[in-house]
């Protein structure tokens, strides 16, 4: 391995220790639960009665299950949405599941879900809302003071570790703020003070990621259907006039080469057609084919893929969505369990003093193979040993480092000349090209243009198999 004094100097932006753990989920949930799964609503308008919560057969031990069954490794509650009703018993509102029949007002969602998450090894974050149409301050100073960062203080103090902090711009409107029926307005750029509002993350959970258009640390992809643009860039520079909510949808979507923040792009979509569980969306439940497109255009291109699994009103992952998600995940673990190129002779036409190509197949994101610094446009070169058939190809950077490549290309050998399958642009975290199955005993990569000499830590090569045949038209599946 490589030590410290042979490294590359970084370039450009670099991810915090906090985005580097972050990076390596990869895959997440998001849970969108509260009073509109029983009112059939997406945005409830705040006048909701507490009585209409209760989820008489919930179980964070089948949500959490369904999660992990598809290689989830983590889990996002909307603890707090625009309607204002907390999961939670704050102290900061009434209106909250204390007021509720669950558990007979001695519930605490919030709480369950933490710690069955904390059982079974994901990660827990939290999604509040800044828009409140239920609270009478909503509009003025105190709101902010007195209320939203109260109950983010209680979030972030109650229930362990939090991975990451979740921050949209859906702000001001019509609402029922403390049973005034009316409009209020809010200047979004100035109006929650975020860079205060999240200092207060940073002091409470140091390890938790900002999430919001503007990072701090990742960013709305631009897109709530499910893909990342292509290219990714993982950099991106936010100017004086982006905000919360404001942020153009394409820049967002692409992030900038060169960008001047190291801030990631998270891929958020649901399941369903929308958002909160609907009865009517029974049948149009993603299946595990369409899960698989929408990670390899996200995951597969350097972003975060957020997956929303609304449970349903029993308080329960329905038994569609955990069967989509069961083969999903069992069909992502029989693609990617086994790396076709391990024990491949791996030749470089160029390595940094104290580096090894063999870094790339050793399965760790710790180690990594890098060139001398004014090699930009190196080859490695893998001989299989036999021939191996594939369909998958995966390329790593070593993003401790940076984005250093801006392009990049795979050939296979195949009648006596290299044949090139695959080239993209940003690689960063994860690059992932599905391909036309193919069979060689030889594949080259190459870097053709750099704005550094190259760092990669990881290739592999993997054989997706057919997916499993199934229907959203299943009347009965068990559940987990």
């Known amino acids: 391995m490589s030590t410290h004094n042979d490294l590359p100097a970084p370039y450009g932006p670099t991810p915090s220790p906090r985005q580097l753990k972050w990076h390596t989920l990869e895959t997440y949930a ?4 509260t009073t509109n799964t029983f009112t059939d609503k997406e945005w409830g308008y705040g006048d909701e009665s507490p009585s209409i919560f209760n989820p008489t057969q919930f179980s964070a031990k ?11 490794k983590a889990a996002i509650l909307t603890c707090k949405h625009h309607d204002g009703f907390c999961l939670w018993p704050t102290k900061t509102t009434k209106h909250n599941i204390s007021a509720s029949p669950y558990r007979n007002g001695k519930g605490d969602i919030v709480g369950e879900l933490a710690r069955e998450c904390q059982k079974q090894g994901l990660k827990f974050g ?3 809302s800044p828009w409140d149409r239920n609270n009478a301050l909503y509009g003025s100073s105190d709101y902010v003071t007195k209320i939203y960062r109260e109950q983010l203080r209680e979030l972030l103090t109650w229930y ?14 019509d609402g029922y703020y403390g049973g005034k029926r009316e409009s209020r307005q809010i200047d979004r750029t100035t109006y929650y003070d975020w860079p205060t509002t999240w200092q207060l993350i940073r002091e409470l959970q140091p390890d938790a990621c900002v999430w919001s258009d503007i990072g701090w640390d990742a960013r709305w992809v631009g897109t709530e259907r499910g893909f990342a643009g292509d290219p990714c860039w993982h950099t991106i520079t936010i100017g004086p006039k982006d905000g919360v909510g404001q942020m ?13 923040s190291w801030i990631p792009a998270e891929v958020d979509f649901s399941i369903r057609p929308g958002w909160f569980w609907h009865e009517a969306q029974n049948k149009l439940v993603k299946s595990p084919a369409q899960l698989m497109t929408h990670y390899l255009e996200s995951v597969g291109r350097g972003a975060s893929m957020l997956l929303n699994i609304p449970p349903d009103r029993r308080g329960l992952v329905h038994e569609l969505d955990a069967s989509s998600l069961k083969i999903f995940g069992e069909h992502l673990k029989k693609t990617f369990t086994k790396n076709l190129a391990i024990g491949a002779k791996v030749t470089a036409s160029n390595t940094r003093h104290g580096s090894d190509p063999k870094h790339l197949l050793d399965g760790s994101r710790e180690t990594a193979w890098y060139t001398d610094d004014p090699v930009l446009t190196p080859e490695l070169t ?19 480092l940076g984005q250093r490549i801006d392009e990049a290309a795979i050939d296979i050998w195949q009648d006596d000349s290299w044949v090139e399958v695959a080239k993209a ?5 994860c690059r992932l090209w599905r391909i036309p199955t193919t069979t060689t005993d030889k594949v080259r990569i190459r870097v053709t243009k750099a704005a550094a000499c190259p760092a990669l830590s990881d290739f592999g090569l993997f054989i997706e198999p057919p997916m499993p045949a199934w229907s959203a038209k299943i009347s009965s599946v068990a559940l987990p």
């Open 30 to 33: 998001f849970l969108h639960f």
């Open 62 to 72: 089948q949500i959490i299950s369904s999660l992990k069954a598809a290689g989830l």
């Open 126 to 128: 939290v999604y509040l």
């Open 160 to 173: 362990g570790p939090i991975f990451e902090t979740w921050h949209d711009g859906a702000n001001g409107g």
């Open 248 to 260: 153009d949808e394409k820049k967002l979507l692409s992030g900038e080469r060169n960008g001047k």
């Open 382 to 400: 893998l001989e299989l040993g036999r021939p191996k058939t594939f369909n998958i190809i995966r390329l790593r950077e070593a993003i401790a």
């Open 425 to 429: 642009q940003s690689i960063g975290s």
